[in-house]
């Protein structure tokens, strides 16, 4: 999983899968699910990020990671 931010556009794309999308569907104002061609769940895309998540926190529990990067 990949949680990217991009600050020129106030948005933040999470990567689930190393899948390509397929299709995306609009959940709710600037909200985008994206899906395979399975029609499993492969990304999240959130615009105006900054009005709708806490960017300032990152808080990770008991995820059964074998590696682990973190950069800012």
């Known amino acids: 999983m990949k949680i990217n931010y991009y600050s020129d556009t106030d948005s933040l794309y999470i990567d689930l899968s190393e899948q390509p999308r397929a299709v995306g569907r609009e959940i709710s104002d ?7 061609v399975q029609g499993r769940l492969v990304g999240i895309d959130i615009d105006n990020a900054s009005e709708k998540v806490e960017l300032k926190k990152l808080t990770i529990n008991k995820i059964p990671a074998g590696e682990q990067i ?3």
Request: aromatic letters at 10%.
């Open 30 to 36: 600037g909200v985008v699910l994206d899906y395979d």
């Open 70 to 72: 973190i950069t800012a």
